[in-house]
């Protein structure tokens, strides 16, 4: 993050600087949803929660941007709160939602014209539906069919008007964030087997039901 931009033969060099919208966070952001979706154990690169930005290797392998310690050289590189609460829900997510990371995968659709997918994990009677937008426009899909009885009502786990990330306590070392289902948040409901939604460029939907408790 101090490198000498001057010297020679320095990747930093023709480094312009951090991406200046945000397609690329969104991108990573879909990626991130398919990875903790998807069968087997998630291993995530250091700093891409943080929202760390860096040219080739080895500039990539360049110390953690904590927050703690800001300001930095450059005052580009700070330590993105936005992001890293988005890390912190969708592991969350796959951490309360047991077929995220136990269930059987099965495809729902794959449209690779307009790039959007949807996939459902299945487990004892359970499941989730992930549904991606990896576009650069809104689309609108149709999720068929779904593994869940018609009528039942269904959550966006990703929604923050829907499900509310509940930071740990202080008073526990270890504690991790939780979730907690809003009463009055946004529900879908399956219709035949089915359901339309639409999604924004780069994004992705995470639906299960609504928790019992609350029906």
């Keep these: 993050l101090n490198s000498d931009p001057a010297r020679a033969g320095n990747k930093w060099t023709n480094y312009a600087g951090p991406p200046t919208t945000g397609e690329p966070y969104g991108r990573l952001r879909v990626a991130m949803s398919w990875l903790l979706g998807q069968p087997g154990a998630p291993m995530i690169y250091y700093g891409d929660e943080a929202g760390m930005w860096s040219p080739d290797d080895p500039s990539n392998r360049q110390p953690m941007v904590w927050p703690d310690l800001e300001p930095y050289d450059r005052p580009e590189v700070t330590f993105d709160e936005e992001l890293f609460a988005f890390y912190q829900r969708a ?61 039942t009502q269904l959550v966006d786990y990703l929604d923050a008007q829907a499900v509310r990330l509940v930071p740990p306590g202080s008073d526990v070392i270890d504690a991790r964030p ?35 408790a609350e029906r």
């Design 91 to 151: 592991i969350a997510i796959r951490r309360e939602l047991t077929p995220l990371r136990l269930g059987m995968f099965r495809v729902l659709l794959a449209d690779d014209g307009r790039n959007v997918l949807a996939f459902a994990r299945e487990l004892d009677g359970q499941a989730v539906c992930v549904a991606i937008n990896r576009s650069d426009r809104a689309q609108q899909i149709t999720v068929s069919p779904l593994p869940f009885d018609d009528g």
């Design 178 to 212: 939780t979730l907690q289902v809003l009463e009055n948040g946004p529900r879908w409901t399956v219709r035949q087997q089915r359901m339309t939604l639409t999604l924004p460029p780069y994004s992705t939907a995470i639906l299960a039901p609504q928790p019992q």
